[in-house]
C-alpha cells in the first residue's frame, strides 16, 4: 500500500508516481510477493449456498449480473445448476465441485 494513502484524493502531480490515476506505482511502495494470501473465502454450508442461488436463479440477471458471473465461474455455474436443476444429486456434484470436496 501507498505510504501517502491518496484512494479518495484528486491526482496532485505534487505526488509524482504515488498518486497516478491508476494508483501508486511508486517502487517504494511496490511489492513482490512469493506467495497468495486469500482476503475472503466464502464457504456456506450447502443449504445456504442453495438458498444463495436459488434467490438469483429465479431472478431476471441485469447485465451487472451477468458480468459478475463472467468473473466468478462458480456463480455462473451455481445458477446455471439451479436453473436446470435434474435433482438434488446434481446440485450437490456442483456445490462439491465448488468447495472442493471429495
Known amino acids: 500500500f501507498c505510504q501517502y494513502d491518496r484512494s479518495f484524493a484528486e491526482v496532485d502531480p505534487a505526488f509524482g508516481l504515488h498518486d497516478e490515476a491508476a494508483g501508486c506505482s511508486h517502487p517504494d511502495c511496490c511489492v513482490i510477493e512469493r506467495m497468495a494470501v486469500v482476503l475472503h473465502f466464502d464457504s456456506p454450508s450447502y443449504t445456504e449456498w442453495r438458498e444463495k442461488f436459488a434467490q438469483r436463479a429465479a431472478a431476471t440477471l ?32 456442483v456445490y462439491r465441485h465448488w468447495r472442493c470436496l471429495p
Do not use: I, T
Request: with cysteine; aromatic share 6%; hydrophobic share 40%.
Open 62 to 93: 441485469s447485465e451487472l449480473d451477468e458480468e459478475e458471473m463472467a468473473l466468478f465461474p462458480f456463480k455462473k455455474a451455481s445458477v446455471e445448476a439451479l436453473r436446470s436443476c435434474k435433482g438434488q444429486a446434481q446440485l450437490q456434484r
